[in-house]
């Protein structure tokens, strides 16, 4: 089983920088891709990113490329999103997630393992 806990959030103004971190209790974690997903109110939750379980492969919504970074550091079981030039639109909660295969893609049914989340404002 594995257990995810989100932080790093907060207000920020538009195009500022926030980082987000994702904790991860177990071992197994490590040979798990790890993504982050977004949800806005009344909008649906949407991708963000996602990481080979060895870092090897990312993938980015294309809102968010060029600005976001996914990262993991698997001897602290940690992954991060470091986000840069926010704009309003990307206030949400940010969930992490992991899903029990090497690597993974958009569709948030392919994920196993949530966690609750943490807010990110951007003010404009």
């Known amino acids: 089983q594995v257990q995810l806990v989100e932080s790093g959030g907060g207000l920020v103004q538009a195009g500022g920088s926030l980082r987000l971190s994702c904790a991860a209790s177990?071992?197994?974690?490590?040979?798990?891709?790890a993504g982050w997903f977004r949800q806005a109110p009344g909008k649906e939750r949407e991708f963000v990113a996602v990481?080979?379980?060895?870092?090897?492969?990312?993938l980015y919504a294309d809102s968010v490329k060029e600005r976001f970074v996914i990262s993991r550091d698997n001897a602290q079981n940690m992954v991060y999103l470091q986000m840069n030039d926010l704009k309003p639109d990307d206030t949400a909660v940010y969930y992490c997630?992991?899903?029990?295969?090497?690597?993974?893609?958009?569709?948030?049914?392919?994920?196993?393992?949530w966690g609750q989340g943490t807010q990110v404002t951007v003010s404009s």
């Open positions: 997630a992991a899903a029990r295969t090497a690597y993974s893609g958009r569709d948030g049914a392919d994920y196993d393992y």
């Open positions: 177990g071992r197994a974690f490590r040979t798990y891709a």
């Open positions: 990481i080979s379980w060895i870092s090897d492969r990312t």
